[in-house]
Protein backbone atom coordinates (compact mmCIF):
# COMPACT_ATOMS: atom_id res chain seq x y z
CA UNK A 1 0.00 0.00 0.00
CA UNK A 2 2.94 2.30 0.63
CA UNK A 3 4.58 1.37 -3.24
CA UNK A 4 3.64 1.51 -6.65
CA UNK A 5 3.11 -2.28 -7.59
CA UNK A 6 5.66 -2.57 -9.70
CA UNK A 7 8.41 -1.44 -7.21
CA UNK A 8 9.21 -4.40 -6.16
CA UNK A 9 13.23 -4.53 -5.80
CA UNK A 10 14.16 -5.56 -2.00
CA UNK A 11 16.83 -2.50 -1.15
CA UNK A 12 16.63 -1.76 2.64
CA UNK A 13 15.69 -4.14 5.21
CA UNK A 14 13.83 -3.07 8.02
CA UNK A 15 16.56 -2.43 10.86
CA UNK A 16 18.75 -0.30 8.31
CA UNK A 17 14.85 2.26 8.00
CA UNK A 18 14.59 2.18 11.84
CA UNK A 19 18.03 3.35 12.28
CA UNK A 20 17.62 6.07 9.92
CA UNK A 21 14.38 7.49 10.98
CA UNK A 22 15.32 6.81 14.79
CA UNK A 23 18.09 9.16 13.89
CA UNK A 24 16.57 11.61 12.55
CA UNK A 25 14.70 11.56 15.45
CA UNK A 26 17.05 11.63 17.86
CA UNK A 27 18.89 14.40 15.66
CA UNK A 28 16.11 16.65 16.11
CA UNK A 29 15.23 16.01 19.62
CA UNK A 30 18.72 16.46 20.94
CA UNK A 31 18.53 19.77 19.34
CA UNK A 32 14.82 20.43 20.88
CA UNK A 33 16.41 19.39 24.52
CA UNK A 34 18.92 21.41 24.60
CA UNK A 35 16.83 24.40 23.33
CA UNK A 36 14.00 23.84 25.73
CA UNK A 37 14.79 21.40 27.97
CA UNK A 38 15.24 21.25 31.41
CA UNK A 39 18.29 23.17 33.03
CA UNK A 40 19.84 19.72 34.05
CA UNK A 41 19.52 18.41 30.52
CA UNK A 42 18.44 14.75 31.82
CA UNK A 43 16.28 14.47 28.42
CA UNK A 44 19.37 15.90 26.25
CA UNK A 45 21.60 13.34 27.91
CA UNK A 46 19.16 10.94 26.85
CA UNK A 47 19.10 11.58 24.07
CA UNK A 48 23.11 10.84 23.73
CA UNK A 49 22.83 8.07 24.93
CA UNK A 50 20.25 6.60 22.91
CA UNK A 51 22.19 8.22 19.72
CA UNK A 52 25.15 6.38 20.80
CA UNK A 53 23.74 2.73 20.84
CA UNK A 54 21.90 3.65 17.58
CA UNK A 55 25.40 4.24 15.95
CA UNK A 56 27.17 1.01 17.66
CA UNK A 57 24.42 -1.01 16.53
CA UNK A 58 24.93 0.50 12.43
CA UNK A 59 28.44 -0.14 13.40
CA UNK A 60 27.81 -4.00 13.57
CA UNK A 61 24.79 -4.13 11.14
CA UNK A 62 27.44 -2.53 8.58
CA UNK A 63 29.65 -5.67 9.34
CA UNK A 64 27.43 -8.67 9.58
CA UNK A 65 23.54 -7.26 8.06
CA UNK A 66 21.90 -6.98 4.88
CA UNK A 67 23.93 -6.79 1.61
CA UNK A 68 23.39 -3.08 0.98
CA UNK A 69 23.42 -2.15 4.88
CA UNK A 70 27.18 -3.65 5.05
CA UNK A 71 30.01 -0.63 4.46
CA UNK A 72 31.68 -3.42 2.66
CA UNK A 73 29.26 -2.74 -0.08
CA UNK A 74 29.44 0.71 -0.60
CA UNK A 75 32.46 2.35 0.68
CA UNK A 76 34.09 4.55 -2.17
CA UNK A 77 37.22 6.32 -2.59
CA UNK A 78 37.26 9.63 -3.67
CA UNK A 79 38.36 8.65 -7.68
CA UNK A 80 35.48 6.20 -7.82
CA UNK A 81 33.12 9.58 -6.20
CA UNK A 82 34.95 12.11 -8.23
CA UNK A 83 34.24 9.76 -11.38
CA UNK A 84 30.25 9.30 -9.97
CA UNK A 85 29.95 13.27 -9.94
CA UNK A 86 32.51 13.37 -13.35
CA UNK A 87 29.65 11.35 -15.34
CA UNK A 88 26.87 13.58 -14.12
CA UNK A 89 25.59 10.79 -11.77
CA UNK A 90 24.24 9.17 -14.25
CA UNK A 91 25.14 5.70 -12.75
CA UNK A 92 22.47 3.28 -10.88
CA UNK A 93 23.16 1.88 -8.02
CA UNK A 94 20.98 -0.73 -5.89
CA UNK A 95 21.79 0.91 -2.10
CA UNK A 96 24.24 4.00 -1.89
CA UNK A 97 25.85 5.39 -4.75
CA UNK A 98 29.53 6.85 -4.01
CA UNK A 99 28.54 10.21 -3.32
CA UNK A 100 25.99 9.21 -1.02
CA UNK A 101 28.03 7.11 0.78
CA UNK A 102 30.66 9.10 1.41
CA UNK A 103 28.15 11.61 2.84
CA UNK A 104 26.60 8.39 5.39
CA UNK A 105 30.29 8.06 6.44
CA UNK A 106 30.53 11.51 7.53
CA UNK A 107 27.67 11.99 9.28
CA UNK A 108 28.07 8.88 11.15
CA UNK A 109 31.51 9.66 12.31
CA UNK A 110 30.34 13.47 13.09
CA UNK A 111 27.50 11.92 14.95
CA UNK A 112 29.60 9.70 16.71
CA UNK A 113 31.96 12.63 17.76
CA UNK A 114 29.03 14.78 18.66
CA UNK A 115 27.63 12.12 21.28
CA UNK A 116 30.77 11.16 22.36
CA UNK A 117 32.51 14.36 23.43
CA UNK A 118 29.09 15.16 25.10
CA UNK A 119 29.52 12.31 27.84
CA UNK A 120 32.83 14.36 28.75
CA UNK A 121 31.11 18.18 28.56
CA UNK A 122 30.07 20.31 31.38
CA UNK A 123 28.75 24.00 31.82
CA UNK A 124 30.26 24.34 34.97
CA UNK A 125 26.98 25.09 36.48
CA UNK A 126 24.36 22.71 36.53
CA UNK A 127 24.98 20.20 33.76
CA UNK A 128 28.15 17.21 33.58
CA UNK A 129 28.37 14.66 30.96
CA UNK A 130 28.19 11.52 32.49
CA UNK A 131 32.16 10.89 32.31
CA UNK A 132 33.06 14.12 33.32
CA UNK A 133 35.07 13.00 35.97
CA UNK A 134 37.48 11.08 33.99
CA UNK A 135 39.08 14.11 32.17
CA UNK A 136 40.79 16.79 33.52
CA UNK A 137 39.45 20.54 33.23
CA UNK A 138 41.21 21.64 29.69
CA UNK A 139 39.58 18.37 27.99
CA UNK A 140 36.62 18.43 29.42
CA UNK A 141 36.17 22.46 28.28
CA UNK A 142 38.38 21.25 24.82
CA UNK A 143 35.46 18.20 24.32
CA UNK A 144 32.77 20.71 25.23
CA UNK A 145 33.88 22.92 22.14
CA UNK A 146 34.06 20.06 20.22
CA UNK A 147 30.49 19.24 21.00
CA UNK A 148 29.15 22.27 20.02
CA UNK A 149 31.36 22.64 16.73
CA UNK A 150 30.61 19.34 15.28
CA UNK A 151 26.91 19.93 15.19
CA UNK A 152 27.01 22.79 13.54
CA UNK A 153 28.78 20.88 11.01
CA UNK A 154 26.60 17.93 11.08
CA UNK A 155 23.88 20.61 9.97
CA UNK A 156 25.88 21.52 7.02
CA UNK A 157 25.94 18.02 6.02
CA UNK A 158 22.02 17.51 6.77
CA UNK A 159 21.25 20.46 4.46
CA UNK A 160 23.63 18.80 1.95
CA UNK A 161 21.84 15.56 2.00
CA UNK A 162 18.58 17.26 1.43
CA UNK A 163 19.72 18.91 -1.31
CA UNK A 164 21.05 15.71 -3.20
CA UNK A 165 17.56 14.13 -2.44
CA UNK A 166 15.64 16.92 -4.48
CA UNK A 167 18.31 16.47 -6.64
CA UNK A 168 17.47 13.35 -7.35
CA UNK A 169 13.57 13.76 -6.70
CA UNK A 170 13.45 17.05 -9.80
CA UNK A 171 15.94 16.30 -12.02
CA UNK A 172 16.41 12.69 -11.98
CA UNK A 173 12.60 11.56 -11.45
CA UNK A 174 14.02 8.68 -8.51
CA UNK A 175 12.53 9.50 -5.30
CA UNK A 176 15.00 8.44 -2.72
CA UNK A 177 13.35 8.83 0.65
CA UNK A 178 10.14 6.11 -0.36
CA UNK A 179 12.53 3.18 -0.36
CA UNK A 180 13.81 4.34 3.08
CA UNK A 181 9.85 4.14 4.07
CA UNK A 182 9.03 0.70 2.09
CA UNK A 183 12.49 -0.79 1.69
CA UNK A 184 11.65 -1.10 -2.17
CA UNK A 185 13.02 0.54 -5.07
CA UNK A 186 11.63 0.34 -8.76
CA UNK A 187 13.69 -1.48 -11.21
CA UNK A 188 14.30 1.69 -13.57
CA UNK A 189 16.53 2.94 -10.67
CA UNK A 190 18.36 0.30 -10.36
CA UNK A 191 21.06 -1.91 -12.58
CA UNK A 192 19.30 -5.02 -14.02
CA UNK A 193 19.22 -8.22 -11.75
CA UNK A 194 19.79 -5.87 -8.78
CA UNK A 195 17.82 -7.31 -5.16
CA UNK A 196 19.42 -6.74 -1.49
CA UNK A 197 19.73 -10.14 0.42
CA UNK A 198 18.14 -9.05 3.83
CA UNK A 199 19.28 -10.76 7.01
CA UNK A 200 16.68 -12.28 9.39
CA UNK A 201 15.40 -9.51 12.48
CA UNK A 202 16.63 -11.66 15.21
CA UNK A 203 20.43 -10.37 14.26
CA UNK A 204 19.68 -7.17 14.36
CA UNK A 205 18.37 -7.39 17.65
CA UNK A 206 21.48 -8.95 18.79
CA UNK A 207 23.40 -6.52 17.58
CA UNK A 208 20.95 -4.23 19.51
CA UNK A 209 21.33 -5.49 22.67
CA UNK A 210 25.23 -6.03 22.00
CA UNK A 211 25.19 -2.08 21.25
CA UNK A 212 23.20 -1.24 24.34
CA UNK A 213 25.03 -3.52 27.09
CA UNK A 214 28.56 -1.79 25.57
CA UNK A 215 27.26 1.70 26.29
CA UNK A 216 25.91 1.02 29.72
CA UNK A 217 28.92 -0.74 30.66
CA UNK A 218 30.74 2.40 29.16
CA UNK A 219 28.67 4.49 31.21
CA UNK A 220 28.67 2.66 34.68
CA UNK A 221 32.43 0.30 34.83
CA UNK A 222 34.67 3.22 35.56
CA UNK A 223 32.08 4.05 38.57
CA UNK A 224 32.89 0.12 40.53
Known sequence: MFRPSHCNVPTWDLPTRIFHWSVVIIVASGWLSHRYGDFTMVWHKWNGYALLT???FRLLWGVVGSSTSRFSDFFSGPVKVFRYIQGGMRDKYL???PAGSLSVFAMLLLMFIQAFSGLFATDDIFVNGALRSLVERDTADFLDSIHRQ???ILLVLIGL???ALAYYRIFRKDNLVKPMITGYKCPEHVPAGA???WRPIWLALICLA???LTV???LNAWRW
Request: hydrophobic share 60%; charged share 5%; proline share 0%.
Open 54 to 56: LLL
Open 95 to 97: GHN
Open 150 to 152: AYD
Open 161 to 163: HLA
Open 195 to 197: AAH
Open 210 to 212: IAA
Open 216 to 218: WLG
